[in-house]
């Protein structure tokens, strides 16, 4: 089917409002080529750019990329530099796109642990698209959800000690409201390139309710047609939040 007719099909009115994605695969993608694994990561970028633009044209407002996990760091010292230097790149590159574009840069994760240079092109990018209000890109950068949670559970247990909470009090929204990503809605739909079926530490809070997609394609393969496909798969499931699918139906 060719890409035109693929987009045709979404429903726009159904469109998730956040995706969320584990950009899975570059390694192998890089490897099946006889190349080494950064040439894999150099590749994926293009995806990125892809994606991002496939999301902002059909109205998708927030896109959220596993850019780097806390666990990354364990990857050979070569790789983790690599990967640095190709965030500071491409955000450099990828600005005048981004602002053309009406794109709000955005990141969540402990940043004030990267190098200082990835931290301060990251810093620069989202102060100079701050004004931007078509769709907000976040990267997740030195970032778990368990690293999240326990920030969070922090800054709470912080408020208790004061006063300003009472451990009674506690509850959903005051916990999502100490998220990284409290000012962001929770992804509707999760996609993981590469064939890997696991969430690895990335939004486990707010994932609860989202659809997960997991395709086989590797992150560098992954166009803007891979995009229709997972979003016209989430828009063919019923999505219930504890009711029955009865209950649901009546509703519309
Ligand atoms: C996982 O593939 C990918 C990463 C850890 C890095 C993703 C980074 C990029 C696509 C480039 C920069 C991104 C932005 C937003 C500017 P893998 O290395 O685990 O692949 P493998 O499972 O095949 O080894």
Avoid at 114 to 130: E, H, S
Avoid at 148 to 170: F, H
Wanted: one cysteine or more.
């Amino acid at each position: 089917m060719s890409d035109d007719l693929l987009k045709n099909k979404i429903d726009l009115n159904k469109l998730p409002k956040h995706i969320a994605t584990i950009m899975d695969g570059n390694g192998r993608w890089a490897k099946s080529q006889g190349h080494m694994r950064v040439f894999g990561h150099k590749s994926g970028v293009k995806s990125v750019r892809e994606i991002t633009e496939g999301c902002a044209e059909l109205g998708v407002e927030y896109l959220t990329l596993y850019a780097f996990s806390t666990e990354n760091w364990a990857r050979p010292k070569f790789e983790v530099n690599a990967l640095m230097t190709l965030l500071v790149d491409t955000i450099g590159k990828e600005m005048k796109t981004l602002q053309d574009n009406n794109i709000k840069l955005n990141a969540i994760g402990n940043l004030e642990k990267l190098p200082k240079k990835t931290y301060n092109a990251l810093i620069k990018g989202i102060d100079d698209t701050k004004n931007n209000g078509r769709m907000t890109l976040t990267l997740a950068l030195n970032y778990s959800s368990r690293w999240e949670l326990t920030q969070t559970m922090q800054k709470i247990a912080e408020k208790v000690k004061i006063g300003e909470i009472e451990p009674k009090d506690i509850n959903a929204d005051i916990i999502q409201n100490h998220l990284a990503t409290h000012n962001i809605p929770d992804p509707e739909l999760m996609i993981r390139t590469s064939g890997e079926l696991r969430i690895s530490n990335y939004l486990l809070w707010q994932l609860a309710y989202a659809e997960l997609y997991f395709t086989d394609v590797l992150w560098p393969d992954f166009r803007k047609p891979d995009l229709y496909t997972a979003i016209l798969n989430f828009q063919n499931r019923e999505r219930r939040y504890g009711k029955t699918s009865e209950q649901v139906s009546e509703k519309t």
